[in-house]
C-alpha cells in the first residue's frame, strides 16, 4: 500500500507557473507515476507518466509546457508547470502503478 499527498496547488494567472509535489508514503521505485486531472464536467485525463527507467510521456495539450520528474530516494513526483492557460485549471492528482494508487488531488486554477 503506497499513501499519495499532492501539494503545491493554487490560483495563478495565465503564463505562471507552478510545481506540483506528490510525496509517496513508501518506495516508488517499482512503480510507474502518474499525474492526472479532472476539470469541472470532464472526465479524468492522464496529463503525463513517468516509469522506472525516466522514460515520460506528455498529454499533447501539455507537451512542452510541463515537466514530470521523480526523486526514487525521497519518494517524490514532482510536475513543473509552465505557460499556464486556463484551460489547465482542474484538480491534479498523483497516481501510482496505473492507477492503483491514487492521492486526494491538489486543486489549480488559471485565471486573470
Known amino acids: 500500500q503506497v499513501h499519495l499527498v499532492e501539494s503545491g496547488g493554487g490560483l495563478v494567472q495565465p503564463g505562471d507557473s507552478l510545481r506540483l509535489s506528490c510525496a509517496a508514503s513508501g518506495s516508488i521505485s517499482p512503480y510507474v507515476m502518474s499525474w492526472y486531472r479532472q476539470a469541472p464536467g470532464k472526465q479524468r485525463e492522464q496529463v503525463a507518466f513517468i516509469d522506472q527507467s525516466m522514460f515520460t510521456n506528455y498529454l499533447a495539450a501539455v507537451n512542452g509546457r510541463f515537466t514530470i520528474s521523480r526523486d526514487n530516494t525521497q519518494n517524490k513526483v514532482y510536475l513543473e508547470m509552465n505557460n499556464l492557460k486556463a484551460e489547465d485549471t482542474a484538480v491534479y492528482y498523483c497516481?501510482?502503478?496505473?492507477?492503483?494508487?491514487w492521492g486526494q488531488g491538489t486543486q489549480v486554477t488559471v485565471s486573470s
Open positions: 497516481n501510482a502503478n496505473w492507477g492503483v494508487y
